[in-house]
């Protein structure tokens, strides 16, 4: 599969993310004010919550599937199949 393209998208809250994520989540991890949601099949990242918190992941480059998650107080960092790290959330925590 090709991963040019970003694989994250930011859903803002969880109104929004419970219809967009029916049936499609593999694993769900939490800081202190945001979610990730990581899909089965194709390692997209879902998130939402505080922006600052890593709530928005926008911006942020997978260039590969996700294969798990790991988070601060403020911060997520994804480790990719392609043995790459990819962060966001609050630099001063990590992101």
Known sequence: ED???????????????AAALKGKVSRIYSNEKAFAAVTSGDGMVVTWGRADHGGDSS????????????????????????????AWGSPTSGG
Do not use: M
């Open 3 to 17: 991963y040019k393209e970003r694989r994250s998208i930011f859903l803002g809250n969880s109104s929004t993310v």
């Open 59 to 86: 911006y942020v480059f997978f260039r590969a599937p996700t294969l798990s998650i790991t988070n601060t107080k403020n911060a997520f960092a994804a480790t990719l199949s392609d043995g790459s790290v990819v």
